[in-house]
Nanobody, 126 residues
Framework: QVQLVEFGGGSVQAGGSLKLSCVASGDASGDYAMAWFRQGPGKEREFVSGISGRSDRTMYADSVRGRFTISRDGAKKTLYLKMDNLNVEDTGDYYC???????????????????WGQGTQVTVSS
């Protein structure tokens, strides 16, 4: 089992920045892809960004490409999402997700991720 805990959510004005962190614990060794998803008010949860199991590839949703940066510290078992130039449409609950060990490819589908964090809230005001 892998436990994921997100940190770093908060409130910010449009144009501002936040950095989310997700710490993995439990049986978190090995290579596996991880991703960030979000769910805005009244919206379905959607893929935001992902990183491959060996951290050699990244993927972004069109809506965040160029503004968000995903990264990973293997030693610290921590996933990050740096969010710049935030806008109101970025408001929502952000979830960290991890695939099963040895599932190294990024996928945008939620069902492919076995482990989920509890979410952290991001609010962007105009």
């Amino acid at each position: 089992q892998v436990q994921l805990v997100e940190f770093g959510g908060g409130s910010v004005q449009a144009g501002g920045s936040l950095k989310l962190s997700c710490v993995a614990s439990g049986d978190a060794s090995g290579d596996y892809a991880m991703a960030w998803f979000r769910q805005g008010p009244g919206k379905e949860r959607e893929f935001v960004s992902g990183i491959s199991g060996r951290s050699d590839r990244t993927m972004y949703a069109d809506s965040v490409r160029g503004r968000f940066t995903i990264s990973r510290d293997g030693a610290k078992k921590t996933l990050y999402l740096k969010m710049d130039n935030l806008n109101v449409e970025d408001t929502g609950d952000y979830y960290c997700a991890a695939r099963s060990p040895r599932s190294v490819a990024i996928t945008t589908t939620q069902i492919s991720y076995k482990y989920w964090g509890q979410g952290t809230q991001v609010t962007v005001s105009s």
